[in-house]
């Protein structure tokens, strides 16, 4: 007996009969429980087997105490409740889930009325319906059949309690305040344990509901974060408000273009995986570099990269910031050349071209959909590009206007451009 209860080593919890008495309860506890039960089924069905399984102990404590007792109706009666208390696990081992708890909250309430009036108003057996009108509320989820079987208790309760008054018990037990006493422990006992697992179980759906919660936060913030490096935080916020976002036209802008000159040269010299990563590195540190400047990222199309300042935010600086950010790109594009060029690898040449006037942004389609402008300033742009020179910041005469006064320029003249005439174009040489 020693070796089964505790090994030399190990603690009381970890002896063989606790393991045993655990795979015991483990195993009725998940009679009937399939996988396509939901959460709440399983927990439901636990329960319940958990209780008849109590219930059945309990049976069996008053079948070996009152066996070849004088009094033969309670070992009868005893004998009976044990019988009945295992019917709801073979429902439940058949999927009969419902008729299972039918079946013991019925059988309940039948049994303690009748034991409530066969041992007598003294034994206090009555106030086990009061227990039993919550059982109810653990076993099923709509609120009329919580509400019958609560009333059917209290009904039966009032009944053993204030009628039934001149029936005698034929079923006699202890009487007096001891007998009442035990009675109300056994009561409290049992609304404790239903208090504590209404308590449990409430807790455990707070705290999967907080999990829940702080996942839904963390993946908000993931989508916020994705969105907004789609688009502009004014835009995005638009759009999850109203679900559309509106075109707008704004007055000034300044717009920038960049293209890599031979870039179809380099993709013959470079590997797919290389030419994609080398890209990286310049749009990367192209990103960087605008964000310090506040200018707005629109797009890239192939080599070709589109940046423009003054909106969605509109502002008085545009120019001059979108110039100050080409200066910068053109000084990085200068180190990476250096650089390369003393370990003999092929380096990228880049023309710049800006332009300011007036556009109209916002965002078309349903799918895979981009913050975008349009008009001729956007088209004039691409040609002060196409027009410029590498290792060259060309702007155009409207820009010029906006910036003579904080940065050196040296006039080109006037150029044709496709669908604008000529125009006066400047480089723009450093700051004064």
Not at 276 to 295: L, M, N, P, T
Not at 421 to 428: E, K, L, N, P, R
Request: include cysteine.
């Amino acid at each position: 007996m020693r070796i089964l209860l505790k090994k030399p080593g190990t603690s009381y919890l970890h002896s063989a009969l606790v393991r045993w008495c655990r795979k015991v309860w483990t195993g009725v506890t998940a009679v009937g429980i399939t996988g396509e039960l939901t959460l709440w089924q399983r927990k439901r069905i636990r329960l319940l087997n958990g209780i008849c399984f109590f219930s059945i102990l309990a049976c069996c404590g008053y079948v070996i105490t009152w066996s070849g007792s004088v009094r033969g109706v309670i070992f009868w009666q005893s004998l009976q409740a044990l019988f009945m208390v295992t019917i709801p696990i073979i429902l439940n081992y058949y999927r009969r889930y419902s008729a299972a708890c039918h079946f013991f909250c019925i059988y309940n309430l039948i049994c303690f009325t009748f034991f409530a009036i066969a041992s007598g108003k003294g034994y206090g057996a009555e106030y086990f319906l009061i227990a039993n009108s919550l059982l109810p509320m653990l076993l099923f989820k709509e609120l009329r059949v919580m509400a019958v079987y609560f009333f059917l208790n209290l009904l039966f309760f009032g009944l053993c309690k204030y009628g039934f008054t001149v029936i005698i018990p034929f079923l006699p037990g202890p009487t007096g305040n001891s007998a009442l006493g035990l009675s109300m422990i056994m009561v409290f006992f049992l609304l404790f344990l239903i208090v504590y697992y209404f308590k449990s179980e409430n807790a455990h759906q707070e705290e999967l509901l907080e999990n829940k919660n702080r996942k839904l936060v963390s993946e908000k913030q993931k989508s916020d974060e994705l969105l907004l490096n789609i688009l502009p935080e004014e835009t995005a916020g638009e759009l999850k408000e109203t679900g559309n976002v509106r075109a707008k036209r704004f007055e000034m802008v300044t717009v920038m273009f960049t293209d890599f000159k031979g870039f179809t040269n380099m993709t013959e010299m470079l590997s797919s995986v290389q030419l994609v990563k080398e890209i990286d590195q310049y749009y990367s540190a192209f990103d960087y570099i605008i964000s310090q400047y506040g200018i707005e990222k629109i797009k890239t199309i192939g080599d070709a990269y589109m940046c423009a300042g003054g909106l969605p935010r509109v502002n008085s600086t545009h120019p001059q910031d979108v110039i100050g950010a080409a200066l910068a790109i053109r000084d990085y594009i200068d180190d990476r050349r250096k650089e390369k060029s003393q370990r003999g690898e092929p380096y990228f040449e880049l023309r710049i071209g800006i332009h300011t006037g007036p556009v109209v942004a916002g965002i078309v389609g349903i799918e895979k959909f981009a913050y975008d402008i349009w008009g001729s300033t956007v088209n004039t742009a691409a040609s002060m590009e196409s027009l410029g020179e590498v290792r060259k910041v060309n702007i155009s005469g409207d820009t010029y206007v906006h910036v003579k006064d904080y940065f050196r320029c040296t006039y080109r003249g006037k150029i044709a451009v496709k669908h604008e005439g000529a125009i006066d174009m400047y480089f723009v040489e450093g700051k004064l």
